[in-house]
Nanobody, 128 residues
Framework: QVQLVESGGDSVQPGGSLRLSCTFS????????MGWFRQGPGTDREGVAG???????TYAEAVTGRFTISKDHQNRILYLDMNNLKPEDSGIYYC??????????????????????WGRGTQVTVSS
């Protein structure tokens, strides 16, 4: 059974930093492409960062240069390091995984429906 469990969300001031973690398990036969998505108040869910099994990374334009996605393969943890946080980064951050869709659709929303596995999310609030 596939499980994705996010942690690390918190309330921070603008300019602050956070590290989100996603512990994943259950991918026995096929390694998935993975990524982070977020949904702010009153907005649609959008892609933030994605990572292919090869290590190739994709970032949304709004976070490029500030966020970094990485993976600890041995311990099965996906990370999102977020720096210089802005109020518009606030929202629920979701970890996602899909073995048959690589890379994950970070810069468009049309194919999000093809992502099979989602965590429950962790709340990030950026406010002074």
């Amino acid at each position: 059974q596939v499980q994705l469990v996010e942690s690390g969300g918190d309330s921070v001031q603008p300019g602050g930093s956070l590290r989100l973690s996603c512990t994943f398990s259950g991918f026995t036969y096929m390694q998935p492409c993975m990524g982070w998505f977020r949904q702010g108040p009153g907005t649609d869910r959008e892609g933030v960062a994605g990572m292919e099994f090869s290590g190739a990374k994709t970032y949304a334009e709004a976070v490029t240069g500030r966020f970094t996605i990485s993976k600890d393969h041995q311990n099965r943890i996906l990370y999102l390091d977020m720096n210089n946080l802005k109020p518009e980064d606030s929202g629920i951050y979701y970890c996602a995984a899909e073995p048959s869709l690589c890379p994950l659709p970070i810069r468009e929303t049309v194919r999000q429906y093809r992502i099979s596995y989602w965590g429950r999310g962790t709340q990030v609030t950026v406010s002074s």
